[in-house]
T-cell receptor
Framework: GAGVSQSPRYKVAKRGQDVALRCDPI?????LFWYQQALGQGPEFLTY????????KSGLPSDRFFAERPEGSVSTLKIQRTQQEDSAVYLC????????????FGPGTRLTVL | AQSVTQLGSHVSVSEGALVLLRCNYS??????LFWYVQYPNQGLQLLLK??????LVKGINGFEAEFKKSETSFHLTKPSAHMSDAAEYFC?????????????FGIGTKLQVIP
């Protein structure tokens, strides 16, 4: 079956613009994660959903970052008033059940803020 | 609290030579440990995982890793490097306990394979 997909793959934004990044997890996967991967770094946890419930948002760097998963499948990560430091690859991952440690990653969205 | 340290942000090996990528972990509870590979412009792909069963774990593409509690290590090895192994490798740790737990990644090691 299809893996995790993300769109767009590349996004260029001017500083101050709002952006929305989409993640389509593997069908039936309960858990969904967002990570931020800065250049030369490993993925850093942003937020976690179990179905439609956002159970952990402790990694969101500021209140400009907002994520939702209203129907428990597709998720959107929104960044308001983008700043240059938001430039990174944003990775989405899903896993079949809560507590399942193996996560399946999408290809990421590379965000560049000018 | 948990963390991983990957020693060597860049490793170069000759084609056919042994690959050794180092990972040391810190965890206040027994851990699950993972190695992921990332090819350019792609997401992370799971190579192998340790979940407290066998300490020697075999993964895809001929890679394996050994969990050594006394050394708090989970080094990744492959006997003979192939050009297609050139990629970035990430070690990750999460607590071995029920329910949702955060996964913490290392900063990665870029593997270069020289023909």
């Amino acid at each position: 079956g299809a893996g995790v997909s993300q769109s767009p793959r590349y996004k260029v934004a001017k500083r101050g613009q709002d952006v929305a990044l989409r993640c389509d997890p593997i069908s039936g996967h309960v858990s969904l994660f967002w990570y931020q991967q800065a250049l030369g770094q490993g993925p850093e946890f942003l937020t976690y959903f179990q179905n439609e419930a956002q159970l952990d948002k402790s990694g969101l760097p500021s209140d400009r970052f907002f994520a939702e998963r209203p129907e428990g499948s597709v998720s959107t990560l929104k960044i308001q008033r983008t700043q240059q430091e938001d430039s990174a690859v944003y990775l989405c991952a899903s896993s079949l059940v809560s507590g399942e440690r193996e996560q399946f990653f999408g290809p990421g969205t590379r965000l560049t803020v000018l | 609290a948990q963390s991983v340290t990957q020693l060597g942000s860049h490793v170069s090996v000759s084609e056919g030579a042994l690959v050794l990528l180092r990972c040391n972990y810190s965890s206040s509870v027994p851990p699950y440990l993972f190695w992921y590979v990332q090819y350019p412009n792609q997401g992370l792909q799971l190579l192998l995982k340790y979940t407290s069963a066998a300490t020697l774990v075999k993964g895809i593409n001929g890679f394996e890793a050994e969990f050594k509690k006394s050394e708090t290590s989970f080094h990744l090895t492959k006997p003979s490097a192939h050009m297609s192994d050139a990629a970035e490798y990430f070690c990750a740790v999460t607590p071995n306990s029920g329910g949702y737990q955060k996964v913490t990644f290392g900063i990665g090691t870029k593997l270069q394979v020289i023909p």
